[in-house]
T-cell receptor
Framework: GAVVSQHPSRVICKSGTSVKIECRSL??????MFWYRQFPKQSLMLMAT?????????EQGVEKDKFLINHASLTLSTLTVTSAHPEDSSFYIC?????????FGPGTRLLVL | DAKTTQPTSMDCAEGRAANLPCNHS???????VYWYRQIHSQGPQYIIH???NNETNEMASLIITEDRKSSTLILPHATLRDTAVYYC???????????FGDGTTLTVKP
């Protein structure tokens, strides 16, 4: 199957700092990628749709100024959590579509102290 | 995207077939049935998908009822490594984004 990577796999940061998470499609190009968030013992929640060369589309309740998304190329999307707070601690997962199927990255665990 | 309903949890003996049901009574004609699984602290892994016909690959089989209102994922010989949360999702092709329900926690026991 198609491979999607994320970097870093885990990150710890201080409250108030910004954190950037990268999502790459390694063996295919993706005009659209998706960002999800998963809190402990909960399911994945879609945060936003990342579109190559244009603005991201955010789901209701997701602050676009806090979660900055950049999709500068067909293989890379980045999610920046700005001014992170402890409540932003979560598991962030990206996905990219290839053909009829979405392939997911391994996830990034963010802990904000 | 149509909503799906899955049992919260299921157990299966190692080496036996695991049959995971999913109801999707409001599925639209252009929506596929997708199955993913998520092993603890990892991203979801694609298993299989189908539109109308039954499908089989190296991981599993997917049985879709004729009216497409429900489906069953079959893991023919479950192993301990198949213990995971299994998600059934319906989505139109190329729509991309997926709406995840709570899934079924499958526990394979020795």
């Amino acid at each position: 199957g198609a491979v999607v990577s994320q970097h870093p796999s885990r990150v710890i940061c201080k409250s108030g700092t910004s954190v950037k998470i990268e999502c790459r499609s390694l063996d295919f190009q993706a005009t659209t990628m998706f960002w999800y968030r998963q809190f402990p013992k909960q399911s994945l929640m879609l945060m936003a749709t990342s579109n190559e060369g244009s603005k991201a589309t955010y789901e209701q309740g997701v602050e676009k100024d806090k979660f900055l998304i950049n999709h500068a190329s067909l293989t890379l999307s980045t999610l920046t959590v700005t001014s992170a707070h402890p409540e932003d601690s979560s598991f962030y997962i990206c996905s990219a579509g290839r053909g009829e199927t979405q392939y997911f990255g391994p996830g990034t665990r963010l802990l904000v102290l | 995207d149509a909503k799906t309903t899955q049992p919260t949890s299921m157990d299966c003996a190692e080496g036996r077939a695991a049959n995971l049901p999913c109801n999707h009574s409001t599925i639209s004609g252009n929506e596929y049935v997708y199955w993913y699984r998520q092993i603890h602290s990892q991203g979801p892994q694609y298993i299989i998908h189908g539109l109308k016909n039954n499908e089989t690959n190296e991981m599993a089989s997917l049985i879709i009822t004729e009216d497409r209102k429900s489906s069953t994922l079959i893991l023919p010989h479950a192993t301990l490594r198949d213990t995971a949360v299994y998600y059934c999702i319906v989505s139109a092709t190329n729509a991309g984004k997926s709406t995840f329900g709570d899934g079924t926690t499958l526990t394979v026991k020795p």
